[in-house]
T-cell receptor, first 113, second 112 residues
Framework: GESVGLHLPTLSVQEGDNSIINCAYS??????FIWYKQESGKGPQFIID?????DKRQGQRVTVLLNKTVKHLSLQIAATQPGDSAVYFC????????????FGRGTSLIVHP | ETGVTQSPTHLIKTRGQQVTLRCSSQ?????VSWYQQALGQGPQFIFQ???????GRGNFPPRFSGLQFPNYSSELNVNALELDDSALYLC???????????FGPGTRLTVL
């Protein structure tokens, strides 16, 4: 079946650096993508989303880039802080409006002070 | 406004038993989804309820069942527990037509 996956299971950065977390998706029909952050002992928390008719979307310190040609998604975190340490998941949803996401495995981001 | 809450926090069961997990949706949300998250994996969609009716189901066997109540709280029931059912079970609520799902902290189920 089709699935969402991540290239790097663990990413270690220094506080203040910019972080980039990558994700490959395989369902070319997916039209909505979400990044979630999951801290230890908590459920996933919505960070930012993007629709397939866009290639870039910016939030507060975060930017999501979508490359539909190669089915690639990335999350950029500017000036990474220790509080950003968590597991990050990308998720895709198919067209149809159900908004039921398919999650990838996740990348663990470790920020060293 | 209260967030999504789940109970219990942790649960230990033995193989073959039955379990019921509970979820209270965020205020105003009438859609609830349940996910299973195995260790080191992303959440996997089990099913979704909207206005007390099942509104979508993932690739899980019928021994996984659910209920949604008029106050939009929800239950996940799992019969004939297997060792592989050990996981974090997450509940997420949302308002129909809106993309963002709000997740609870989860229930950690261990099957021995």
């Amino acid at each position: 079946g089709e699935s969402v996956g991540l290239h790097l299971p663990t990413l270690s950065v220094q506080e203040g650096d910019n972080s980039i977390i990558n994700c490959a998706y395989s369902n070319s029909a997916s039209d909505y993508f979400i990044w979630y952050k999951q801290e230890s002992g908590k459920g996933p928390q919505f960070i930012i989303d993007i629709r397939s008719n866009m290639d870039k979307r910016q939030g507060q310190r975060v930017t999501v880039l979508l490359n539909k040609t190669v089915k690639h998604l990335s999350l950029q975190i500017a000036a990474t802080q220790p509080g950003d340490s968590a597991v990050y998941f990308c998720a895709e949803t198919p067209p149809g409006g159900s908004y039921i996401p398919t999650f990838g495995r996740g990348t663990s981001l470790i920020v060293h002070p | 406004e209260t967030g999504v809450t789940q109970s219990p926090t942790h649960l230990i069961k033995t193989r073959g038993q039955q379990v019921t997990l509970r979820c209270s949706s965020q205020s105003g949300h009438n859609t609830v989804s349940w996910y299973q998250q195995a260790l080191g994996q992303g959440p996997q969609f089990i099913f979704q309820y909207y206005r007390e009716e099942e509104n979508g189901r993932g690739n899980f066997p019928p021994r996984f069942s659910g209920l949604q109540f008029p106050n939009y709280s929800s239950e996940l029931n799992v019969n004939a527990l297997e060792l592989d059912d050990s996981a974090l079970y997450l509940c997420a609520s949302s308002f129909p037509g809106y993309n963002e799902q709000f997740f609870g902290p989860g229930t950690r189920l261990t099957v021995l």
